[in-house]
């Protein structure tokens, strides 16, 4: 009977623990450096499309000489800027407000212990969920950029002249 109420006592005392300053502020630290992390992605993925636009609008002006394949290319290109926006937002907003959310119930004190150390490992390990998710959303959204900047490119040089 021993074994039972101490692992009971141990099991409870854990429940109440006070959650320690150091893993709360490590925590913190590391959703907002996640945070940080989706919102660089966004920018620079759409920073790179922005760069092969104007790259493909050059060259279809320069190829093709007139004004109409000029702005056609450019009306494309911003079709396309807007679309990967799009879902680059699709794809990175449930996960920052994620981070949001659980910075809030950190600073608001609603976590013991033991929940803050189930929520580190199962968001912020490199093998969690949390990070296997973002990991797969991210390859989608690159596949996904991948095909519509050659979608892209296969539309201006037949439409564009």
């Known amino acids: ?4 109420t101490s692992l009971l ?3 409870c005392s854990l ?3 006070d959650v320690s300053s150091k893993d709360v502020d490590q925590m913190k630290q590391e959703l907002i450096n996640l945070q940080n992390q989706l919102k660089y992605i966004k920018k620079s993925q759409l920073k790179n499309i ?3 636009v104007t790259k493909n609008v050059e060259e279809i002006s320069k190829k093709k000489g007139t004004e109409y394949a000029e702005k056609c290319a450019n009306t494309n290109g911003k079709r396309l800027l807007n679309d990967i926006k799009e879902k680059l937002d699709e794809a990175t907003i449930g996960f920052i407000e994620s981070c949001r959310n659980l910075l809030n119930m950190i600073e608001k004190h609603e976590m013991n212990q033991v929940e ?3 929520t580190k490992r ?3 390990q490199q093998d969690g969920l949390f990070k296997q998710q973002i990991n797969q959303t991210i390859s989608a959204v690159n596949n996904y950029v991948m095909k ?4 892209f490119e296969q539309q201006i040089s037949k439409q564009c002249y």
């Open 148 to 151: 519509k900047i050659w979608t």
């Open 9 to 11: 006592l141990i099991l």
């Open 15 to 17: 429940t109440l623990a």
């Open 122 to 124: 199962m968001l912020l």
């Open 1 to 4: 009977m021993l074994l039972p």
């Open 116 to 118: 803050l150390n189930q």
């Open 50 to 52: 922005e760069n092969i």
